[in-house]
Every structure is written in structure tokens, then in C-alpha cells.
């Protein structure tokens, strides 16, 4: 669930400060969670950059 928790905060994060001012600390405390917690729940080889991130939404 976590996974779909961070797709979901960066859906609304992109909506409400745009693409380019998300940062991943941001991102990550609107979860709750840690910064490194990201390449755990969201590995590279899920969203190799934050452009893939952005077609998931």
C-alpha cells in the first residue's frame, strides 16, 4: 500500500507545485516517510525518473 501512497501524494504534490518545483523530500514527508524510504518502496527499475512518475498519474 505504501507504494500506492507515494504515487498518489506525488500525483497531488505535482498538482498543487508543479512538476519541476517537487522535490523528493516534500514528496516524502506528505507520506510520512523517510527520503531513502522511496528506493525502497519505488526501486529505479519502477521509476527510473521522475518523467515516469508523471505518466503513471
Known amino acids: 500500500m505504501t507504494r500506492q501512497w507515494i504515487i ?3 500525483g497531488r ?3 498543487t507545485d508543479g512538476i519541476d518545483s517537487s ?3 516534500a514528496l516524502m514527508a ?3 516517510l523517510t527520503n531513502g524510504a522511496l528506493y525502497a ?3 529505479p527499475a519502477f ?3 521522475r518523467n515516469q512518475m508523471i505518466v503513471i498519474q
Open 23 to 25: 522535490g523528493i523530500a
Open 8 to 10: 498518489e501524494a506525488a
Open 47 to 49: 521509476f527510473p525518473n
Open 13 to 15: 504534490r505535482f498538482k
Open 30 to 32: 506528505d507520506v510520512g
Open 41 to 43: 518502496h519505488l526501486p
